[in-house]
């Protein structure tokens, strides 16, 4: 009996064969059984340079097929697949590399230079890999044979390790089973339809679960396809979108496309599905874009430790401001500080289980016991309430909230009533030091009208909500600070801010 490996049988084997387009880009189209075979080159280079089950490959480098193949074929050779986000420092790279000790690491050619120099690379193979295919590992793996058995790897062995944002404190390497992952496609692939005939707009990073995983897998699961493109860029998604059956994307992606006067009916009527999650779709967004277009954006709610945990549903009501409801297999609670179940409108901390769930923290076994409670249950630290039909509505992070006075604000129920006014484009609401109150609310805003003067929004919230919630500050940005998967900084914020009461 020849041994399986978990998850490249389950989400990539049966598409070997397949003289199928799966991937499509500006410049050429790739099948199933062309994908294959640079994956097979890659995984017989792996293990020529000794890669052996468990080790981890590292890779920081721009979105491109070979990346993509990489990916493939670090799991099909047994081994641990660590994407980098591209915005990662040199620094923070040392730090990554510290920790996680990859066999293998794929960077641009830029910084190959500066990686040889890190102590803790040293014992590494170093490789490059360039937007362009370029690079030393499409160099190397150009005579290795197109066939390779895929290594035995059951469904608990690790297959990713994926680097948390780190909005606090120091990034954690979150480990994904090859069961996390295989898991959450075959029940995306279920509630959200997806089958052989779907071609995805791909426009999102490869280094994040949902770029990746969600993505990624998905398609490769249903024997789909992709249009496979470096980045988001509304005319390109525009002329793409007539070609593909479903978008996802973060909010920011909806935004901009609403910001085109080409956003249509005629535009969109090809595709059946949009997604959108990573970070909260405005409730504003969701309307407008049906509006627009008479498609109900789906959104979804997920972490990079957990893969996704709900969704609005295909069929039923999608909601705007909400995440939907939990995922098959996901047991969700919604919890106070004791840890007792919260009321229906009150709100709470999110913890769940299920099969999508990863093991823990790599090398940080504290940190893995603190993120869990005793009966399994994971603390993901968002803050939601449901509402009348169970759907959640995701108030902020827990890290977030601000105590003022002693008492809770919850920063998005005050941006909600500031996005209310005339000409505000967006808010972010943070909690910064205080001699008097601990911490003070303050508002960062961003309006069309640049006159707009702070007195103006502080009397427009006047009567909407409580005096202990009203900001102390309004202060204005042209736009305000987000990262590559359109989450609002609010670190950078507080940082930003944190003088503001000084005196
Ligand atoms: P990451 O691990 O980078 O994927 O970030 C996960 C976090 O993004 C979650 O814990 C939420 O705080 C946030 N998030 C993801 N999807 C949504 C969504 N649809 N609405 C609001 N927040 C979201």
């Not at 084997?13 to 387009?21: F, L």
């Not at 994040?208 to 789909?224: M, S, Y």
């Not at 005319?235 to 973060?250: C, D, H, P, R």
């Not at 993120?371 to 309430?385: E, P, S």
Request: a negative charge; charged letters at 25%; glycine letters at 6%.
């Amino acid at each position: 009996m020849t041994e399986a490996n978990y998850l490249f049988d389950k989400i990539f084997k049966s598409n070997e064969t397949k003289e199928k387009i799966f991937l499509i880009n500006e410049s050429k189209k790739l099948t199933y059984i062309e994908f294959h075979e640079v994956v097979n080159k890659i995984s017989n280079y792996l293990i020529e340079i000794d890669l052996s089950p468990g080790d981890r490959v590292a890779v920081q480098a721009e979105k491109n097929i070979i990346q993509l193949a990489l990916y493939v074929a670090t799991i099909k050779a047994g081994g641990v697949y660590l994407p980098l986000n591209t915005g990662y420092t040199l620094n923070e790279l040392e730090y990554f590399f510290d920790d996680a000790k990859p066999k293998v690491i794929v960077v641009d050619d830029k910084i190959q230079s500066k990686i040889d120099s890190i102590a803790s690379t040293s014992s590494a193979s170093i490789l490059t890999l360039n937007l362009d295919e370029s690079g030393s590992l499409t160099e190397r793996i150009k005579n290795y044979s197109t066939k390779f058995h895929a290594i035995a790897r059951s469904e608990n062995d690790l297959a990713a390790i994926l680097y948390t944002s780190g909005t606090t404190g120091k990034s954690k390497g979150a480990m994904l089973s090859h069961r996390n992952l295989v898991s959450n496609s075959e029940v995306l692939r279920d509630v959200w339809k997806f089958s052989e005939n779907d071609v995805l707009l791909h426009m999102l990073p490869i280094y994040h679960t949902h770029g990746l995983f969600v993505a990624c897998n998905l398609l490769a699961i249903v024997g789909g396809s992709m249009i496979f493109l470096e980045k988001f860029d509304v005319k390109e998604a525009l002329f793409w979108m007539k070609g593909a059956t479903s978008m996802m994307g973060v909010p920011t992606f909806y935004t901009r496309l609403l910001a085109s006067d080409e956003l249509n009916t005629d535009t969109t009527q090809h595709i059946r599905l949009f997604i959108s999650g990573s970070a909260p779709l405005l409730s504003e967004t969701h309307i407008e874009f049906e509006r627009r277009t008479g498609k109900k954006i789906l959104e979804r709610y997920g972490m990079t430790e957990t893969n996704m945990n709900t969704s609005n549903p295909y069929d039923g009501e999608r909601k705007a401001g909400t995440v939907g409801i939990p995922l098959p297999g996901v047991e969700i609670r919604v919890v106070n500080e004791e840890g007792h179940l919260v009321e229906h409108g009150k709100i709470g901390t999110i913890e769940l289980k299920g099969e999508n769930v990863f093991s823990g923290y790599w090398g940080m076994k504290e940190k893995t016991k603190e993120a869990f409670k005793k009966d399994g249950f994971f603390i993901t630290g968002d803050l939601a309430q449901r509402d009348e039909d169970g759907y959640l509505i995701i108030v902020g992070r827990d890290k977030d909230m601000i105590i003022s006075g002693g008492l809770n604000v919850y920063p998005k129920e005050i941006e909600d009533a500031i996005n209310e006014m005339p000409n505000i484009l967006e808010s972010a609401v943070v909690g910064i030091p205080h001699h008097d109150f601990g911490e003070a609310v303050i508002a960062v805003v961003v309006s069309s009208d640049k006159t707009l003067a702070e007195i103006k929004v502080l009397d427009f919230l006047k009567d909407k909500i409580a005096k202990y919630k009203q900001p102390k500050r309004i202060l204005f940005l042209d736009e305000l600070p987000r990262n590559t998967m359109g989450k609002v900084q609010k670190k950078v914020l507080r940082e930003n801010y944190s003088d503001l009461f000084k005196n």
